[in-house]
């Protein structure tokens, strides 16, 4: 597969690249929560079709959502010190690879969401618009990290409707959990690219307030993020250990914003990638093992 202009590279080169276009790591954030809205609406498995087909549609969902967000922001990319290296910036992935694989993403969440049920299909154009409007956000308001955190928060909740086919309270507070969680440690991610965004007049938290309500900002989001686990929790009836889960991921949080100050900016990425993984895959586990003792 050639994705570059003129590249010349062998396959796991070009797969390394796509795979760095979209951001693959970062599905730790959503994916986890998806799957933990999925075994609770399954009331532990919900079957390898749905499964399959969940897994899809998130593929799908997130590449197409990624792709367009590195499409729409290559002007800025290619001038951002932080950025400038990345596939699509370089030519290592060409600009019409990167349409097509937008294409193909979009059509794999809706063959996916057609296959699970007639709601997700009703819903998925709706998805879109956040998908791949919320890379429009940041030209025109500082609530872009909140939009942003809406559209990896549709993930548990439209896992929970590829189960049932109907919405719940459960998926809700997951929804606005991952909503709130999101939005919150994007803040401190923004903070990365402060002065960029002001020399090029874009819209963060950050670029219009400064660092130190950026900072408080965040922690808001994060408490309201912990409030919403716990409403998930009592919503959905869990138990002790999910429960203790998310005392954990309080703690967590709270690690979080010790680690990152006005004056330790640098450790953002550790705190922004190792401690929200540990959250997101850590709650979920304990979802699993919480369902497991309650049966």
Same mark, same amino acid.
């Given at each position: 597969?050639?994705?570059?202009?003129?590249?010349?590279?062998?396959? #796991?080169?070009?797969?390394?690249?796509?795979?760095?276009?979209?951001?693959?790591?970062?599905?730790?954030?959503?994916?986890?929560?998806?799957?933990?809205?999925?075994?609770?609406?399954?009331?532990?498995?919900?079957?390898?079709?749905?499964?399959?087909?969940?897994?899809?549609?998130?593929?799908?969902?997130?590449?197409?959502?990624?792709?367009?967000?590195?499409?729409?922001?290559?002007?800025?990319?290619?001038?951002?010190?932080?950025?400038?290296?990345?596939?699509?910036?370089?030519?290592?992935?060409?600009?019409?690879?990167?349409?097509?694989?937008?294409?193909?993403?979009?059509?794999?969440?809706?063959?996916?969401?057609?296959?699970?049920?007639?709601?997700?299909?009703?819903?998925?154009?709706?998805?879109?618009?956040?998908?791949?409007?919320?890379?429009?956000?940041?030209?025109?308001?500082?609530?872009?990290?909140?939009?942003?955190?809406?559209?990896?928060?549709?993930?548990?909740?439209?896992?929970?409707?590829?189960?049932?086919?109907?919405?719940?309270?459960?998926?809700?507070?997951?929804?606005?959990?991952?909503?709130?969680?999101?939005?919150?440690?994007?803040?401190?991610?923004?903070?990365?690219?402060?002065?960029?965004?002001?020399?090029?007049?874009?819209?963060?938290?950050?670029?219009?307030?400064?660092?130190?309500?950026?900072?408080?900002?965040?922690?808001?989001?994060?408490?309201?993020?912990?409030?919403?686990?716990?409403?998930?929790?009592?919503?959905?009836?869990?138990?002790?250990?999910?429960?203790?889960?998310?005392?954990?991921?309080?703690?967590?949080?709270?690690?979080?914003?010790?680690?990152?100050?006005?004056?330790?900016?640098?450790? #953002?990425?550790?705190?922004?990638?190792?401690?929200?993984?540990? #959250?997101?895959?850590?709650?979920?586990?304990?979802?699993?093992?919480?369902?497991?003792?309650?049966?």
């Amino acid at each position: 597969m050639k994705t570059g202009q003129g590249s010349s590279g062998g396959p #796991i080169s070009s797969l390394k690249a796509v795979l760095e276009m979209i951001k693959f790591p970062h599905t730790i954030f959503a994916l986890p929560f998806a799957l933990l809205a999925m075994a609770w609406a399954g009331s532990g498995w919900p079957g390898w079709r749905v499964l399959l087909l969940v897994l899809l549609a998130m593929a799908g969902a997130r590449s197409a959502a990624m792709t367009f967000n590195r499409i729409a922001d290559l002007r800025f990319d290619r001038e951002n010190p932080r950025t400038v290296r990345w596939p699509l910036s370089t030519g290592e992935v060409s600009l019409g690879f990167a349409w097509g694989f937008l294409a193909l993403s979009v059509l794999l969440l809706l063959l996916a969401a057609g296959l699970l049920n007639p709601l997700c299909l009703k819903l998925s154009p709706a998805a879109l618009v956040f998908l791949l409007g919320y890379s429009l956000t940041k030209r025109f308001t500082w609530l872009c990290h909140l939009v942003l955190g809406f559209t990896d928060g549709i993930a548990p909740l439209g896992a929970w409707i590829a189960v049932t086919g109907s919405f719940a309270a459960p998926a809700w507070w997951l929804c606005a959990a991952v909503t709130f969680w999101v939005a919150g440690f994007d803040l401190l991610y923004a903070l990365q690219d402060l002065e960029f965004d002001k020399a090029h007049r874009l819209f963060s938290f950050p670029a219009k307030f400064g660092v130190v309500p950026a900072l408080w900002a965040s922690g808001f989001l994060h408490l309201l993020t912990v409030a919403c686990y716990a409403g998930a929790a009592w919503s959905f009836g869990a138990g002790w250990l999910f429960w203790l889960g998310v005392a954990a991921s309080a703690l967590l949080l709270a690690v979080e914003h010790a680690l990152i100050g006005p004056g330790h900016l640098s450790r #953002i990425n550790a705190a922004f990638f190792t401690l929200n993984g540990y #959250i997101s895959v850590g709650l979920m586990l304990v979802g699993f093992a919480d369902l497991w003792l309650e049966r």
